[in-house]
T-cell receptor, first 111, second 118 residues
Framework: QKEVEQDPGPLSVPEGAIVSLNCTYS??????FMWYRQYSRKGPELLMY????GNKEDGRFTAQVDKSSKYISLFIRDSQPSDSATYLC???????????FGSGTRLSIRP | GAVVSQHPSRVICKSGTSVKIECRSL??????MFWYRQFPKQSLMLMAT?????????EQGVEKDKFLINHASLTLSTLTVTSAHPEDSSFYIC??????????????FGSGTQLSVL
């Protein structure tokens, strides 16, 4: 079993829809959770960074962490075609430990 | 936000040649940088951790003599693929840690280098 599981998609939704992206994990020691957006043939771009459980909002993006269920989510409101990319979840136990990435979900927003 | 610059963005070389990729943190100092490899439609695979002023730490299965890493300053790490072969063709991405204070850290990525070995 992988430490971090993420549905690879592809996920296709119409413009303006709310997008929900999710990851599950098996290691209860993870405390730092991140979401990255990666366009084709580009480096990942940090979107959200959260510590421990709870919600964090930044513009159209909301990150949720449920440590009891070992489940994290990224919501994108009012999705735009420019949001079409691969979204990677990532997590780590502590600031000194290795970052573990999900396999990424390919998202396509239809105009 | 923090910027990590990676060059070149694309390189095509003949089999047997060596290729150097540079990774720079432009507006912050990075004691630690990471090098990843990514195959099409797959996630990032950590190759090595680059520490300023000391030897890099390689992940299991990554040949240290094949992938030479030098972290000579707090803003520059280089990855040299020695005697490159077609199977080394891949997308290589570097990243650097920005310490945000109070023990927090954020990881920022370069734009990646597409290596094609003929």
């Amino acid at each position: 079993q992988k430490e971090v599981e993420q549905d690879p998609g592809p996920l296709s939704v119409p413009e303006g829809a709310i997008v929900s992206l999710n990851c599950t994990y098996s290691n209860s020691a993870f405390q730092y959770f991140m979401w990255y957006r990666q366009y084709s043939r580009k480096g990942p771009e940090l979107l959200m960074y959260t510590y421990s459980s709870g919600n964090k909002e930044d513009g159209r993006f909301t990150a949720q962490v449920d440590k009891s269920s070992k489940y994290i989510s990224l919501f994108i409101r009012d999705s735009q075609p420019s949001d079409s990319a691969t979204y990677l979840c990532a997590m780590r136990r502590s600031s000194a430990s290795k970052i573990i990435f999900g396999s990424g979900t390919r998202l396509s927003i239809r105009p | 936000g923090a910027v990590v610059s990676q060059h070149p963005s694309r390189v095509i070389c003949k089999s047997g040649t060596s290729v150097k990729i540079e990774c720079r943190s432009l507006d912050f100092q990075a004691t630690t940088m990471f090098w990843y490899r990514q195959f099409p439609k797959q996630s990032l695979m950590l190759m090595a951790t680059s520490n300023e002023g000391s030897k890099a730490t390689y992940e299991q299965g990554v040949e240290k003599d094949k992938f030479l890493i030098n972290h000579a300053s707090l803003t520059l790490s280089t990855l040299t693929v020695t005697s490159a072969h077609p199977e080394d063709s891949s997308f290589y991405i570097c990243s650097a840690i920005l310490e945000t204070g109070q023990g927090g850290e954020k990881l920022f990525f370069g734009s990646g280098t597409q290596l094609s070995v003929l």
